[in-house]
């Protein structure tokens, strides 16, 4: 049997540039099977399925998957199962930790007499608001409270409060531990946040994307989980 001519039969029409590329195969020739379409160096197909054709998987850029792609087809990804915490057991985690810190210092500060609240007629005297040593306990269990939430969040990802509770504090887009420097920004907004009317406490009752993220969680990029 003859075999069809290759190409264009008039001879003023110019040949096809592609023709004969693994793009768009030339006149009478076999087309390419299912998954070859792309030039080699260019192939984003992955492993044969159960079929034995070829299926699509994204490029990565750099060596790394994008973020679209290393979550799809894992729920969430390194966040998937993860389940918000309410806001019950946060405030009780809350609660916790402010007698865990406080309780020492309450006690010391009886034991030293600077918490008698008997009407004195010295101003430096024990009891009264104003002494360098009332100013050094409160200063002191400030700082106390600041570390222990950043230690225990960046060691442990929750403070013994919050384990108490089943909650713990994530990265919101890893799904680690945050670092020390975050957990302290973390507490300093809460602090300031807290300050006009305790807002600061009910703000993770606006998040709009329903993940009870607080602003201190929001200006650390952080959530808090059931564990």
Same mark, same amino acid.
């Given at each position: 049997m003859t075999q069809p001519p290759q190409g264009p039969h008039d001879p003023d029409v110019p040949s096809d540039p592609y023709a004969g590329s693994a793009q768009f195969p030339a006149y009478g020739q076999q087309p390419p099977a299912y998954g070859q379409w792309a030039p080699p160096a260019q192939q984003p197909y992955g492993? @044969? =399925? #159960? =079929? %034995?054709?070829?299926?699509w998987? *994204?490029?990565?850029? %750099? %060596?790394? *998957?994008?973020? #679209?792609?290393?979550?799809? %087809?894992? $729920? =969430? $990804? @390194?966040?998937?199962?993860v389940r918000t915490a309410d806001a019950g057991p946060r405030l009780g985690a809350r609660i916790l930790d402010w007698l865990i810190v406080g309780i020492p210092f309450g006690l010391l500060g009886f034991a030293l007499g600077y918490y008698d609240t008997s009407p004195v007629a010295d101003p430096t005297a024990p009891g009264s608001v104003w002494t360098p040593v009332t100013v050094a306990l409160s200063i002191g269990e400030l700082v106390a409270r600041f570390v222990y939430h950043a230690a225990f969040l960046a060691m442990k990802g929750a403070t013994p409060g919050k384990m108490v509770c089943g909650i713990r504090v994530i990265d919101e887009n890893t799904g680690q531990r945050? /670092?020390?420097?975050?957990?302290? +920004?973390?507490? !300093?907004? +809460?602090? +300031?946040?807290? !300050? @006009?009317? !305790?807002? $600061?406490?009910? /703000?993770l009752f606006f998040d709009s994307l329903g993940l009870k993220r607080a602003w201190h969680d929001k200006a650390v990029k952080s959530r808090v989980v059931r564990s």
């Open positions: 492993p @044969p =399925d #159960w =079929d %034995g054709q070829q299926v998987q *994204a490029p990565q850029y %750099g %060596g790394h *998957a994008p973020t #679209w792609q290393s979550s799809y %087809g894992q $729920g =969430d $990804g @390194p966040l998937a199962g945050i /670092s020390f420097g975050r957990g302290l +920004l973390r507490e !300093l907004v +809460l602090m +300031l946040s807290a !300050l @006009p009317c !305790l807002i $600061g406490y009910f /703000s």
